[in-house]
């Protein structure tokens, strides 16, 4: 069997060739140009924003008021820090130490309370009252046993409390305080027993 080269059959398939060639050659961007453009024109109509359309109902925008306050309320925040506003006193050390060895309050028990309260207020702070635990909530927190700080700590079920008036190798507070061996007495406290160290206002 014998082919002949027909001219005109191959002039037709590269004429179909070059079409497909030049379509699939155009711009791959003008699909999705065109794709926009729909969208948009179903979007907005009249000069309005079809997908926000529930904003003009005054129904919907108060529906929607709640979720805007609590998106407003989780936001982060700077928090305040609290700051001491007081400071040791030294003059609650040299005033304790006027009464080492004696019993100045009268008391005949639980006295170490009315002690730092009557140091307190000659040297012209205001009282704690009596009780020995109530003073973790005096004045204002100290992060240390810093030398004229009040001390808080436990004992039993009560509580106890004095100056500080230094601190040994070990870290624990060397406090002034009264009902110590039914006296005012100097000594170290383990820190273990230590409830808070304030200081007083001003």
């Known amino acids: 069997m014998r082919f002949y080269y027909q001219p005109a059959a191959v002039f037709v398939c590269s004429v179909v060739l070059a079409a497909a060639a030049g379509s699939a050659s155009a711009n791959p961007q003008d699909g999705a140009s065109h794709a926009a453009e729909q969208v948009q024109s179903s979007v907005v109509s009249n000069g309005r924003d079809d997908r926000y359309l529930f904003?003009?109902?005054?129904?919907?925008?108060?529906?929607?008021?709640?979720?805007q306050r609590r998106a407003r309320r989780t936001a982060a925040k700077p928090r305040a820090v609290a700051v001491a506003s007081g400071r040791p006193s030294p003059t609650l050390v040299s005033e304790a130490r006027k009464h080492l060895g004696?019993?100045?309050t009268g008391r005949a028990r639980l006295?170490?309370?009315?002690f730092m309260d009557m140091v307190l207020r000659r040297t012209g702070h205001a009282g704690g009252g009596n009780v020995a635990r109530a003073y973790a909530s005096y004045g204002a927190r100290v992060s240390g046993?810093?030398?004229?700080?009040?001390?808080v700590l436990r004992r039993g079920r009560g509580g106890h409390v004095g100056v500080v008036a230094g601190v040994d190798p070990n870290g624990?507070?060397?406090?002034?305080?009264?009902?110590?061996?039914?006296?005012?007495?100097?000594a170290v406290y383990p820190r273990s027993r230590i409830i808070a160290y304030v200081v007083p206002e001003g």
Do not use: M
């Open 102 to 104: 004696t019993n100045p």
């Open 172 to 186: 624990n507070p060397i406090l002034i305080s009264g009902n110590h061996g039914n006296t005012v007495a100097e």
């Open 111 to 114: 006295w170490c309370g009315a």
């Open 55 to 67: 904003l003009e109902s005054p129904q919907a925008a108060a529906a929607a008021a709640p979720a």
């Open 145 to 151: 046993p810093k030398v004229g700080a009040i001390a």
